[in-house]
């Protein structure tokens, strides 16, 4: 999985299944997008929207996929 990869599991972050959303999570916090940084940087925002996905499941992995991308995103978030 290269970079080409990235933009489509980027959109998938925003599919209206909870298991595809939930994957799609899972590869930037512990599948190949961890390999490239900056581009799980960029998609940092739509991770965070994930925490207030109606998915319990989803919103543990996006806060746990912060907590690994932007450590300081997630702290606000579990202070809310």
Known sequence: ???SSVPLITR???NRNADVR???VGLFSDGP????PD????AV???AKLLCDPDES???SATNALKGIASE???KAERR
Do not use: D, H, K
């Open 1 to 3: 999985m290269g970079t």
């Open 45 to 47: 925002p739509e991770i």
């Open 33 to 36: 997008v961890r390999s490239f």
């Open 58 to 60: 989803v919103r543990m």
């Open 22 to 24: 939930n994957q799609a």
């Open 39 to 42: 581009l799980q940087r960029n």
């Open 73 to 75: 995103v997630a702290v």
């Open 12 to 14: 998938a972050l925003t």
